[in-house]
């Protein structure tokens, strides 16, 4: 069985750099990334970025079948989401949107090939610790997440 299953949270093992850092580090890493994508503004560095994530995917071990078969339902999304542009605000503006949508899944998606799910869930519960004192219980929030990230291929 195929499906977004098959692209979230499939570790793939593997010895490239990528493979060997800690998996906070790749977290803080796809945000920050996830920060200057929507900063940067113009089809161009979309298209940019869109090619960095799929280079950095591949690089990863990502087998590109796999991956495009996940991608199946959220490249219908993404198509009605260009079209919509086009009509609304012009080629540049959809592809600026649809570029940028598409790079932060592959870049999301290299975390997950490249760490197992279990060492982000403790990475993020490792996080919000220092936040236990402001009423944040560290661990009801790594199983919020570890639920998401289960849930997500059947949504």
């Not at 800690?22 to 920050?32: D, S, W, Y």
């Amino acid at each position: 069985m195929s499906g977004a299953g098959d692209l979230l949270g499939l570790h793939r093992p593997g010895t490239t750099l990528l493979h060997r850092l800690r998996a906070g580090t790749k977290l803080l890493a796809l945000m920050l990334i996830g920060i200057i994508v929507m900063v940067v503004k113009g089809p161009l560095s979309a298209l940019g970025f869109l090619l960095a994530a799929a280079l950095l995917l591949v690089w990863a071990g990502a087998r590109v079948s796999v991956t495009l078969r996940a991608l199946r339902g959220l490249l219908v999304v993404v198509a009605l989401l260009a079209v919509w542009h086009v009509w609304q605000s012009g080629w540049p503006r959809a592809v600026e949107v649809v570029g940028d949508l598409l790079a932060l899944v592959l870049f999301a998606t290299v975390l997950t090939v490249t760490t197992p799910v279990d060492e982000i869930m403790e990475a993020i519960t490792r996080a919000l610790r220092p936040f236990r004192r402001f009423g944040v219980d560290p661990e009801s929030v790594g199983l919020a997440f570890s639920l998401m990230l289960r849930a997500i291929p059947t949504t």
